[in-house]
């Protein structure tokens, strides 16, 4: 709008005497609008804005672990018990999928106390590496610590189980 203003005033300041130089503003002032315009559409385009409604579920995994069938009872730690050389002792748990996507697991027992306990004692689960546990589905765990023949010398340990579900 300022452009085009600015054009009229020149155009009302030029003389009839000189049509030559009235056609040359008008042919301007005609380039000028259309540029003008052309701008105001191209602005239009890019800065356009479409507000589109969406719903959605963020996805999500996570396992919860617990003592019981039913899933009620958190699992907080494991009591192995007393455990001899070259024997082993099973513990039961159910791992619950609480997540909305299809998960699969992965067990790595760490921070061994004292840390020459993982050189004398393994652990094992009956997990079938890849299997699918779907969103809510519970599973039954067996975790099996299993000693070595060899004396650990070791009366008392500690460790970690870490288990990591992927979707």
Not at 78 to 95: F, L
Request: proline share 5%.
């Amino acid at each position: 709008m300022f452009t085009i203003d600015l054009l009229f005033l020149h155009v009302e300041k030029v003389s009839m005497s000189k049509p030559w130089k009235l056609r040359n503003i008008i042919l301007l002032f005609i380039v000028m609008s259309i540029f003008s315009a052309s701008s105001a559409i191209t602005f239009g385009l890019i800065s356009s804005q479409k507000i589109t409604p969406t719903t959605g579920v963020f996805a999500s995994t996570g396992i919860g672990i617990y003592k019981d069938r039913p899933c009620t009872q958190n699992l907080t730690s494991i009591d192995w018990g007393v455990i001899y050389p070259s024997g082993s002792v099973t513990r039961h748990a159910y791992i619950r999928n609480l997540g909305n996507l299809n998960v699969t697991l992965q067990m790595t027992p760490s921070n061994w106390n004292p840390a020459s306990a993982s050189n004398y004692l393994t652990l094992s689960w009956n997990y079938t590496a890849g299997k699918i546990i779907k969103p809510q589905e519970a599973i039954h765990i067996m975790f099996t610590l299993t000693a070595s023949a060899n004396d650990p010398k070791v009366e008392t340990f500690q460790f970690n189980i870490n288990i990591t579900s992927t979707g």
